[in-house]
Each structure stands twice: as C-alpha cells, then as structure tokens.
C-alpha cells in the first residue's frame, strides 16, 4: 500500500534519527488523518445520518484492511470464531456511538472523553501510583471538560463514555483474539464480519433513499482517511518507533480532534474545555510513557493508544 514507499526509503538508512524522525511523523500523520477523516464523515451527517455515515465508513476499513491482512474463514475454530463475532459486535458498537456523540458534543469533547477507555485499560495492567494519579486527573479533566450543568448534553456524553467502554472492551478481545491469530488477522475478520452486516443496509439506503452522491463522497473519504490511510502509517510508525514512544504521540489524539472540529466543522472550543482536554492528554501521556517491561502481565500501551477498526491492536 501507501506505506511501501516510505519502508523502501527507510531501509536504505539506518540513522536511528532518521528512523525516528520518520516513525514520528508517520505516527503523528495517521492521527492527524484519523481525526480529520471524523470531521469529514461529521459533514455527510445531515444527508446520510450517523448509522449511514457509519455503513460506508465501515465498507471501506474493511476492504482497506483486507489489503494489507490476508485471512481464512476456514481456518478459523468455533472458540476464534465466537471471539471474532464478539469482536466486530463491540467495534461496532464503538463507531456507531463515537459518531452519535459527534453529532451531539462535537469531534473534540466526543473523543477526549472516548479516549478514558484505553486509558483504563493502560491502569489497569500498571503497578504504579503515579498512573492511579493521573487516571485521577484525567477524570477531573472530563469533569472540567464537559462542565455539567442544566445545558450539558447528558445523552451526548453518556454516548462518548459508551465508546470508551466499547474501546476498552475492544482491547481487551483483542488481546484474546490476538493470542489465536496472528497479527491483525483478527481485527480483519471482526471488520469483514461487520462490513458485512453493514452492506445490506447500504445499499438500501443507495437505492431507495437515492442520497447526494457529495454525502457518499464523504463518507467513502471518512474511511479512506480514518482506516486506509492510518493502517499502513501506524504499522510502518511502530516499526521505528519504541511502543511507548508511539503511544505517547497518539495521546494528541483529542488536540486533532479538536483542531478538525474548529477547521472543517466550525466548533467553538472553550477555555475550559483546553483545561480539561490538556489533563486527559497529559495523563495518557505519563501512563503510556511508562516502559512496557514494568507492566503487570503483557503491556497494552501500543493497543491503549491505538484507534478503531484494528488500529488499536496494531
């Protein structure tokens, strides 16, 4: 894919700088690509709805990962199968909610508070009290971030922490998922399963409801910059990059997302929402920054960290 290119310059230096530099501005890249690739699906909301945006953004993580992940059905036992199911169900479960909470509280509020998943998951294999400390702040950060009060938007945010569940559970079968498969086979079967559940309502919505093809531009773009794009930077970023280094980038996720809402959707940021936004940024950071060797068990800073449709268990 889009990758190759990149990974056949890189081999022919071997300066750990540029190796570096390189993995750092892939990873920064497909972030800012992801987020970006949101805010643009945001805009095909009004023609096509969430669950529409949803179908065609999901139709494309599929093919595109199908291309850089080779899998077999049949090779594929009853107790991976049922983890596969499970799998594709939650992910689906999370695109559908993070989208719903866009539309409700905006790009930047929907992912900062998204991002208390993996984050309690990143806790919840630490041993030490500094993490327990900034998990504390991150969850004053969320406090501080979406100020409750009569106007709040409680179902909005109700639908952002669903996502985070949703991403903490996907974490965690992908972990079980990943000791049966290797690599991201198991991510591309979950994403095929549901790409197929997705399909037929697709192309009722095409055939029937006869959308503006400018909306289904969009929404095709939301999963080229959301998962084709992302993949190839992502696995081609953690090839030069130590895992918490890579982790530690993506915990500018919520700044992208932000800067995409104000950009391309016209969202106003508060100065309370930078204060609150800044702790959970800070606090992922100094949670995945911590080196993988002094974990409890298998470290999850690379999944921690991650994004949705296989992103999250590169």
């Known amino acids: 894919m889009a990758a190759a290119p990149v990974d056949a310059a890189a081999s022919r230096t071997d300066h750990p700088h540029d190796r570096r530099a390189a993995g750092t501005a892939l990873a920064l890249g497909a972030s800012a690509s992801g987020q970006t690739g949101a805010a643009v699906g945001a805009l095909a909301f009004p023609d096509l709805g969430v669950p529409g945006v949803v179908a065609v953004r999901q139709v494309v993580a599929a093919v595109a990962l199908s291309t850089v992940v080779r899998w077999s059905p049949r090779s594929l036992d009853r107790r991976t199968w049922t983890l596969v199911l499970a799998l594709a169900a939650v992910m689906g479960l999370m695109n559908l909610t993070i989208y719903e909470a866009v539309d409700r509280i905006g790009l930047g509020l929907a992912v900062t508070v998204e991002f ?8 919840g294999t630490s041993r030490r009290v500094l993490d327990v400390l900034a998990a504390v702040a991150a969850a004053v950060g969320v406090l501080v971030l979406v100020a409750p009060g009569p106007s709040s938007d409680v179902a909005g945010i109700l639908l952002a922490l669903t996502a985070a569940a949703a991403w903490a559970t996907y974490i965690l079968l992908s972990r079980a998922l990943g000791a049966r498969l290797p690599g991201l086979q198991g991510a591309a079967a979950a994403a095929t399963v549901l790409a197929a559940a997705w399909a037929l309502p697709v192309l009722v919505v095409v ?45 500018v996720n919520p700044v992208w997302a932000f800067l995409a809402g104000v950009v391309l959707l016209g969202e106003r940021v508060a100065a309370h929402e930078v204060v609150g936004g800044a702790l959970v940024v800070v606090a992922n950071a100094v949670i995945t920054a911590l080196p ?3 974990r409890a068990g298998r470290s999850a800073v690379p999944e921690a960290s991650g994004g949705d449709d296989g992103r999250a268990a590169a």
């Open 116 to 123: 208390l998943g993996p984050l309690a998951v990143a806790v």
């Open 207 to 251: 055939l029937l409801a006869r959308p503006p093809w400018q909306a289904l531009a969009l929404a095709a773009v939301c999963g080229v910059m959301s998962s084709a794009l992302p993949y190839p930077a992502d696995m081609a970023a953690l090839r030069r990059l130590p895992a918490t280094t890579y982790s530690t980038l993506l915990s």
């Open 292 to 294: 993988a060797g002094r």
